[in-house]
């Protein structure tokens, strides 16, 4: 965590490195969506023939 001094006041700034890791965990987490419904589709089609 980094700090700046405005107005006076110590203002707590967030390092990007925790929005970048948020950033990864939601894709990470939509990538294992897309490819659970993928994986899921390809086993209904394979259960029909």
């Known amino acids: 965590m980094k700090t700046r001094l405005e107005n ?8 990007s490195s925790t929005s970048l890791k948020g950033t990864m965990v939601s894709v990470l987490l939509l990538l294992g969506f897309i490819l659970f419904t993928w994986f899921s589709v390809f086993a209904i089609f394979l259960d029909r023939r």
């Open 8 to 15: 006076g006041k110590v203002k707590v700034v967030k390092e």
